[in-house]
């Protein structure tokens, strides 16, 4: 079992920036994509950005251009750098690793973003 653990969630203020970070327990396969989800109170959990082992990258439009994710394959850890942060964007943020047949997920950490 793969173990992540996240960092770097809080309070800010709109247009304020915050960095999230995930962190591996160990490797399960040399092929994985990282990936960041978000879940708002009452509404269902979103892909918010993920990037392959081939630094391939995906965002929903909501926050293409305000965030980038990326990754450190020596650390095995992953990060979300969060910019012009708005109010909507207040959730708790899950980071996740997909292995092969197998998805690892963080415990969660809460963003959020006052006007």
């Known amino acids: 079992q793969v173990h992540l653990v996240e960092s770097g969630g809080g309070l800010v203020q709109a247009g304020g920036s915050l960095t999230l970070h995930c962190a591996a327990s160990?490797?399960?396969?040399?092929?994985?994509?990282w990936a960041w989800y978000r879940q708002a109170p009452g509404k269902e959990r979103e892909l918010v950005a993920e990037?392959?082992?081939?630094?391939?990258?995906n965002y929903v439009d909501a926050v293409k251009g305000r965030f980038t994710i990326n990754y450190d394959n020596l650390r095995n850890t992953a990060w979300l750098q969060m910019n012009s942060l708005r109010p909507e964007d207040t959730a708790v943020y899950y980071c996740?690793?997909?292995?092969?047949?197998?998805?690892?997920w963080g415990q969660g950490t809460q963003v959020t973003v006052s006007p």
């Open positions: 996740s690793k997909r292995e092969g047949p197998f998805t690892s």
């Open positions: 990037i392959t082992i081939g630094g391939h990258t």
């Open positions: 160990r490797y399960v396969y040399d092929m994985y994509t």
